[in-house]
């Protein structure tokens, strides 16, 4: 039985992807933004009314937007409200 070949590809699990995933959401962000433009000027410009459904791809293009200031605002709302309600009950 001979063994598995291991693959020629360097592999660095302990490496960062930092930079690749910042890239990537970029390139995304930036196609979602000109089909979002264009579907809006492709609208206006053969004169047809905006209907439920181009709302519903605004609101799902500008949602992950928001969810980070979100998810800020709340960590602070809960670290400075909760947390200093429930940090003199506790004894080290």
Do not use: E, N
């Not at 930092?18 to 979602?32: D, E, F, P, T």
């Not at 992950?64 to 670290?79: A, D, E, G, M, N």
């Not at 909760?82 to 940090?87: D, G, I, Q, R």
Request: aromatic share 12%; hydrophobic share 50%.
């Amino acid at each position: 039985m001979t063994s598995p070949r291991t693959p020629s590809i360097d592999f660095d699990p302990t490496a960062s992807k930092a930079y690749a995933l910042i890239v990537s959401a970029v390139v995304l962000q930036i196609i979602s933004t000109v089909g979002v433009v264009l579907r809006f000027y492709a609208r206006g410009k053969a004169g047809a009314h905006l209907w439920i459904d181009d709302w519903l791809v605004l609101a799902a293009w500008v949602g992950p937007k928001c969810l980070p200031l979100l998810i800020v605002k709340l960590t602070h709302f809960f670290r400075s409200r909760l947390w200093s309600k429930v940090a003199p009950t506790i004894s080290w």
